[in-house]
């Protein structure tokens, strides 16, 4: 696990605000009773910034079925170029995503997971665990 590796990270919405209850210092925390919650509308993000370029294998995401990003993908924000699509499926499993072998050699600082639609109606994102592997 990077989670050790990450110095910061924000997310676009928090469901009404409340980040006591659906903020993002819960993405992170390892608990599956937690969770980040977005607030409603579409495109929303996470972004992570690492302490130290990190080489990526795969990212791993627990959704709330019925709130899962659905069209999806990984971003590189330093060079402002796409990484990959990513596939969720619209369950509460965690789910692992793999980058492309020649994206696992290049190092990155700042990514950003970009969900430009939801399973949700309304596009709300809810995530229970998120970490990043490499």
Request: net charge positive; aromatic share 10%.
């Amino acid at each position: 696990s990077l989670i050790k590796q990450i110095s910061n990270w924000r997310v676009s919405s928090v469901l009404n605000r409340d980040t006591t209850l659906f903020g993002k210092q819960y993405l992170l925390d390892g608990s599956h009773e937690t969770c980040w919650n977005s607030e409603q509308g579409v495109p929303q993000h996470i972004l992570v910034e690492f302490k130290v370029p990190v080489m990526l294998d795969m990212i791993s995401i627990q959704f709330q079925g019925g709130f899962a990003g659905k069209t999806t993908k990984l971003i590189d924000l330093e060079r402002k170029t796409d990484i990959c699509p990513l596939y969720p499926k619209d369950n509460n499993k965690l789910q692992e995503f793999v980058l492309p072998k020649h994206e696992q050699t290049v190092s990155r600082r700042r990514i950003k997971i970009q969900f430009m639609s939801s399973t949700d109606f309304y596009g709300r994102i809810i995530v229970y665990t998120l970490d990043f592997h490499g």
